[in-house]
């Protein structure tokens, strides 16, 4: 089956940085649109940032210039380079895809998700 497996979450102090990595895993024909979200314990999920195929990105204001997604197309993995780091940063991370299995139709795909805490 298709899978999204993260990795890279932790504890880090305050402007500190982190890198997540997400694989997609699996009988995958293609893999469109890859992106990140995050989640704080009582809030909604929020869309932290996406990337196309071609590595045009799009990003929260709460996190552009701080935040830069990246992605292997070759390894069908993802990443979340994490800078200038803040505690309302702290959250669990979700990586999301929009992927096309051998067997068609395509799909939204999530990860487990990974804790990101930031606090000193």
């Known amino acids: 089956q298709v899978r999204l497996v993260e990795s890279g979450g932790g504890l880090v102090q305050p402007g500190g940085s982190l890198r997540l990595s997400c694989a997609a895993s699996g009988p995958i024909l293609s893999i469109n649109h890859m992106g990140w979200y995050r989640q704080a314990p009582g809030k909604q999920r929020d869309l932290v940032g996406t990337?196309?195929?071609?590595?045009?990105?799009n990003y929260a204001p709460s996190v552009k210039d701080r935040f830069i997604i990246s992605r292997d197309n070759s390894k069908n993995t993802v990443y979340l380079h994490m800078n200038a780091l803040k505690p309302e940063d702290t959250a669990v991370y979700l990586c999301?895809?929009?992927?096309?299995?051998?067997?068609?139709?395509?799909?939204?795909?999530w990860g487990q998700g990974t804790q990101v805490t930031v606090s000193s």
């Open positions: 990337i196309t195929p071609g590595g045009r990105t």
């Open positions: 999301h895809s929009d992927i096309m299995p051998v067997w068609g139709g395509r799909q939204d795909y």
